[in-house]
Nanobody, 116 residues
Framework: QVQLVESGGGLVQPGGSLRLSCAASASIFTIYVMGWYRQTPGKQRELVATIGTRGIATYAESVKGRFTISSDNAVTTVYLQMNSLKPEDTAVYYC??????????WGQGTQVSVSS
């Protein structure tokens, strides 16, 4: 089983920065991609960014140029550096991991609030 633990959420002013972290209990032999999703009340959970074992990253258009995803080489720890935060970035952010055996796992979520 893959265990995911997020940290780094909090309250920041518009234009501020925040860095999220997610630690996974698995190794490169089981996980091939990790990512971040976010969800607000009344909306579906949406993809924010993903990163694979080769370091290739993808981003939602709404965060491109502001957010940066990174990980260690084993893809056991993933980060999300969030700059130029906007009120619409307010959401619960969830860490996600997909394994080579077809499994998908989620963290418990961390709250990010952007408000003046």
């Amino acid at each position: 089983q893959v265990q995911l633990v997020e940290s780094g959420g909090g309250l920041v002013q518009p234009g501020g920065s925040l860095r999220l972290s997610c630690a996974a209990s698995a190794s490169i032999f089981t996980i091939y991609v990790m990512g971040w999703y976010r969800q607000t009340p009344g909306k579906q959970r949406e993809l924010v960014a993903t990163i694979g074992t080769r370091g290739i990253a993808t981003y939602a258009e709404s965060v491109k140029g502001r957010f940066t995803i990174s990980s260690d080489n084993a893809v056991t720890t993933v980060y999300l550096q969030m700059n130029s935060l906007k009120p619409e970035d307010t959401a619960v952010y969830y860490c996600n991991a997909r394994t080579t055996l077809g499994g998908e796992f989620w963290g418990q979520g961390t709250q990010v609030s952007v408000s003046s």
